[in-house]
């Protein structure tokens, strides 16, 4: 080091950044990904052209280049860009940063304020933001991996257009690898690093679209490559063997509480309902290997047997249960086998909702109409002037009947005839069909013909 011609604080600061930070994009035509926002005639790409002044919210996975645009657009429109994070920030620095950006806008300085993570923001925060917005005082673009239909508030939404950002293919972040390596001003170049094409592709898989990971992992590999942790020789070439020991584990892009734990327990519950044994399991290790609590899970699968399979096969649900009970009684990873089979079965198992829209047809039936006295018959009379009212009067012990049906109405008056549960032709279902068939026959050969 040079005494006399020190390093500038900035150079130094960059050059110890993270590979993802120093390979960032710096313009649009190092951006890599997203063609149905930024390609010809694309609506990012036209607002960016045409300089529109509208705040803009980015809704995607970790990794996908969020922040990059924010500063290529900061960048292109020649604006103060002002980065806040959610976590760090209140209400405080949001008011002073945003009188320092309405006297900058008096002097016709433009000001973009990027929001990471603006899903955090509670709603006094982000209500902060709105007559700033409003009067154009700023520009605010937030990042957010949360839907923003649920995590940011209506008035703010409202004012800003939403761009869905989608994960990086495994052969664009490969590319992405390829060109770091080779980057000597910004990359790894200047270590002279070669690397096998399966190597990067594996470490690319193993990000899941998330480009800022791939990065990172490759990060490691070159260290592991140039100082073994073992005392090792010391290599110039990533191969699959070494990436497979930088890799660890798949980043797996999942959150208990948000957007993608619905989705992925919907695929599963989806595929369950279309008999899809191959793609119910997938979804279910997909789950398991992102840390999803397995009771659950077992909770939601006893809803699926109950739900989708009902009566057309009653046993599902005994099986649902001693799943739960395995899950409980081993633990995890022993017991998830147990709820394997058990997803396996229900997407087998014939299927039927004929329960499912019997209950809520009668559960509509309560809300729409007034609430029906239980007719005398059918009421309980363990006392003398419960009898002399005619509680219970009329009323025929079933099993003292012939074919054990009594030709009685259950249902008040006003209902009578209201048919809820229609079973279906599958599997047990068939059964129960039949058998509603033949009590229709014995009630109706007990009543006066005429």
Same mark, same amino acid.
């Given at each position: ?85 959610? +976590? ?7 008011? =002073? +940063? ?53 995590? +940011? ?41 070669? =690397? ?66 619905? *989705? ?9 309902? *279309? ?42 649900? *005994? ?33 039927? *909702? ?64 209201? +048919? ?31």
């Amino acid at each position: 080091m040079n005494l006399f011609n020190p390093i500038p604080a900035a150079a130094a600061q960059a050059s110890q950044a993270p590979l993802a930070d120093r390979m960032r994009p710096r313009t649009l035509d190092e951006f890599v990904g997203q063609e149905h926002l930024l390609g010809p005639g694309k609506p990012l790409a036209l607002a960016i052209a045409h300089d529109d002044p509208t705040s803009m919210i980015f809704w995607g996975p970790p990794g996908t280049g969020k922040t990059t645009l924010a500063k290529i657009i900061a960048a292109m429109t020649q604006s103060t860009f002002i980065e806040f994070s959610a +976590v760090m920030s209140g209400i405080k620095e949001i008011k =002073a +940063v945003m009188v320092a950006a309405e006297k900058a806008a008096g002097f016709r300085s433009r000001t973009i304020l990027f929001i990471d993570e603006i899903h955090r923001f509670n709603k006094a925060q982000q209500d902060a933001f709105l007559p700033y917005v409003e009067r154009g005082t700023i520009r605010l673009i937030g990042a957010t991996t949360e839907n923003p239909s649920f995590e +940011v508030i209506s008035a703010l939404l409202s004012r800003c257009r939403v761009y869905v950002l989608q994960p990086l293919s495994e052969e664009r972040i490969a590319a992405l690898l390829r060109r770091a390596l080779e980057d000597s001003e910004r990359g790894l170049g200047s270590l002279n690093l070669t =690397a096998d094409n399966d190597a990067l592709t594996l470490i690319a898989s193993y990000s899941s679209g998330d480009c800022r990971s791939a990065y990172n992992t490759l990060e490691v590999a070159a260290q592991l490559a140039k100082a073994p942790p073992d005392g090792g020789a010391a290599t110039d070439h990533i191969d699959r063997t070494l990436a497979t020991e930088a890799v660890q584990q798949r980043v797996l892009m999942y959150d208990k509480s948000g957007e993608e734990h619905f *989705n992925l327990i919907s695929a599963l519950h989806k595929s369950v309902r *279309n008999s899809d044994p191959d793609a119910s399991l997938y979804w279910l290790a997909r789950m398991f290997a992102a840390g999803e609590d397995p009771l659950y899970l077992a909770r939601r699968v006893v809803r699926m047997a109950v739900e989708d399979i009902g009566l057309a096969a009653p046993e599902a649900l *005994n099986l649902c249960l001693s799943a739960k009970e395995a899950i409980e009684f081993l633990g995890s990873p022993e017991g998830d086998l147990a709820l394997a089979e058990a997803v396996v079965y229900l997407a087998l198992a014939p299927k039927s *909702n004929a329960v499912y829209l019997a209950f809520g047809a009668a559960q509509q039936e309560i809300e729409q109409t007034r609430q029906e006295p239980v007719p005398l018959h059918l009421r309980n009379a363990p006392t003398r002037l419960m009898k002399e009212l005619d509680y219970a009067k009329g009323y025929r012990y079933a099993q003292d009947e012939e074919g054990r049906v009594a030709d009685m109405d259950c249902l008040p008056d006003s209902l009578r005839g209201h +048919v809820y549960y229609k079973p279906t032709q599958e599997g047990r279902e068939k059964q129960l069909a039949a058998r509603m068939e033949e009590i229709r026959r014995i009630r109706a050969g007990k009543r006066p013909q005429g």
